[in-house]
C-alpha cells in the first residue's frame, strides 16, 4: 500500500516539473513517482497511432531493454494497445485486461515481465498534441501485487502534473528547433541528402530541408513531434539499435555500430539508405553542441546537381543521360527510372545506350565501375 506522506508527494511534484525544464531528470522525476505510487520502477512513453513507440524515459528499467521491445514485443504490449484512445486522465491496471491465468499465457507477461522480475502496473493516459498516444506507468513487481484503492488514488492525483511537465518539455524541443541556426546547419540545408542531428535518446534537434521534404512524402520515413519514424518494423528496430550502440558505445569503440541500414517506401519506389554516426569531438553551435548523433538519408531517386555536372563534363552526357547514370550508380533499376521519372522503358534503354557508348562500356558492372571512378562532390 502507498503511504507517501504529504512532504514526499510535494517533493515528487517538484522533481516532475524540474524535469519539464531539463528533460535530463526525468529518470529522478519518474523514481520519485514509482514511490509515491507504490512501484519497483515507472515509464513515461509516447506511440504513434499504429502502437509504434516514439519515445520513452524510465526508471528501474534495464538499459537496452528498448532493442528487445521494439523487435519481439512492441506490437503485442496489451497495455500500448489499451491506452491508445483513451481520454487524459483515464487509468489502466491488469485486471482490466486479464485476470492471472491470461497473464500467465501471454508473452508479454511471461518472456518480456518475468525476467525483469516486473509483472502488475498502474498507467494513465496523457494529453498530446496530434496522433500520438502518451502515458505515464508505474511499474509493480509480482511480489508487490496489484494496485489497491489508494495507490489509484495517488496516481490520480499526480498524473496531470506529469502531463503538464512532460508538456513542457516537448514545447522546449519545438524551441530549440526554431532557435536561430549556425553556418553548420545552413551548410547542411544546401545537401541534396537528408540529414538530421539527434540526441543519444533520438530526440530530433535538426533536420536539414531535404530531411524535411522526405518527411512530407510520408514514403516510408516521418517526422512528428522532434522524432524520426520508419515504417517497416525492421528498419525502426535497427534505428533504435543504432542509437543504443551509440549510447553504450560513447566512450568505447564506435566502429562495431549497426549503423548502416535501408528503409523500404511503402509505395513500391527504390529503397533509402539511412547511415546513423556518433559525433565526436568540440562543437560550438547551439544546436550541433547538444546533438551526440548525426543520420543521413539517401534517396536514390534525387539527383545530385554536382554529380550531373561531373558526368555532363566527363563523358560528355546530355542532362537526361546523367540522371539514369546517377540513378544506376545509386542502385536505382531502369524500370524503377523510368516509372519515376514517368518515361517510357524504351526512352530510358536509348538512353543507356548513349551513355554505354559515350563511357566506352558494354556490361553493366563495367559501367558502374566506370562511374564509381569518378569523384563526386558531397551531395
Not at 21 to 34: F, I, K, Q, S
Not at 195 to 220: I, M
Not at 341 to 361: D, L, N, Q
Amino acid at each position: 500500500m502507498a503511504t507517501a506522506g504529504a512532504d514526499e508527494v510535494f517533493a515528487a511534484i517538484e522533481s516532475i516539473y524540474s524535469a519539464g525544464l531539463d528533460e535530463t531528470r526525468w529518470p529522478n522525476a519518474l523514481c520519485a513517482l514509482a514511490r509515491c505510487v507504490g512501484g519497483a520502477g515507472a515509464t513515461l512513453a509516447t506511440y504513434a497511432s499504429d502502437m509504434a513507440l516514439i519515445e520513452a524515459q524510465s526508471f528501474g528499467i534495464p538499459s537496452g531493454i528498448e532493442i528487445k521491445y521494439l523487435a519481439h514485443f512492441q506490437k503485442i504490449n496489451p497495455r500500448a494497445s489499451h491506452l491508445i484512445g483513451l481520454e487524459p486522465g483515464s487509468l489502466i491496471w491488469d485486471y482490466l485486461l486479464m485476470d492471472e491465468r491470461a497473464m500467465d499465457r501471454h508473452p508479454f507477461y511471461a518472456e518480456f515481465l518475468a525476467p525483469m522480475e516486473l509483472r502488475y502496473v498502474v498507467a494513465a493516459a496523457l494529453p498530446i498534441e496530434g496522433p500520438q498516444y502518451s502515458s505515464v506507468s508505474v511499474q509493480r513487481a509480482g511480489k508487490q501485487g496489484h494496485v489497491d484503492a489508494s495507490e489509484t488514488a495517488m496516481m490520480h492525483r499526480l498524473w496531470p502534473h506529469v502531463g503538464r511537465a512532460y508538456d513542457m518539455t516537448r514545447r522546449l524541443r519545438l524551441s530549440s528547433l526554431d532557435a536561430v541556426r549556425r553556418p553548420f546547419e545552413q551548410a547542411l540545408d544546401r545537401l541534396v541528402d537528408g540529414v538530421g542531428l539527434l540526441r543519444a535518446d533520438g530526440t530530433l534537434l535538426y533536420a536539414n530541408e531535404a530531411l524535411q521534404a522526405l518527411g512530407r512524402l510520408n514514403d516510408g520515413i516521418r517526422l512528428k513531434q522532434n522524432v524520426i519514424t520508419f515504417s517497416p518494423a525492421e528498419a525502426q528496430a535497427r534505428f533504435a539499435a543504432a542509437l543504443a550502440s551509440t549510447r553504450d558505445l560513447r566512450d568505447k569503440n564506435l566502429s562495431s555500430m549497426p549503423a548502416d541500414f535501408t528503409v523500404a517506401r511503402p509505395s513500391g519506389g527504390p529503397s533509402y539508405l539511412v547511415s546513423v554516426r556518433p559525433l565526436a569531438g568540440e562543437r560550438h553551435g547551439a544546436v550541433e553542441a547538444s546533438a551526440d548523433v548525426i543520420v543521413f538519408v539517401r534517396d536514390p531517386l534525387m539527383e545530385n546537381e554536382g554529380a550531373s555536372r561531373v558526368f555532363r563534363e566527363a563523358f560528355g552526357l546530355t542532362r537526361a543521360e546523367a540522371g539514369l547514370a546517377q540513378a544506376l550508380q545509386s542502385g536505382v533499376s531502369m524500370s524503377e527510372y523510368a516509372r519515376s521519372r514517368s518515361v517510357s522503358i524504351t526512352t530510358v534503354y536509348t538512353h543507356m545506350r548513349s551513355i554505354k557508348e559515350k563511357t566506352g562500356c558494354r556490361r553493366m558492372a563495367e559501367l558502374i565501375r566506370r562511374l564509381n571512378s569518378v569523384h563526386v562532390p558531397l551531395r
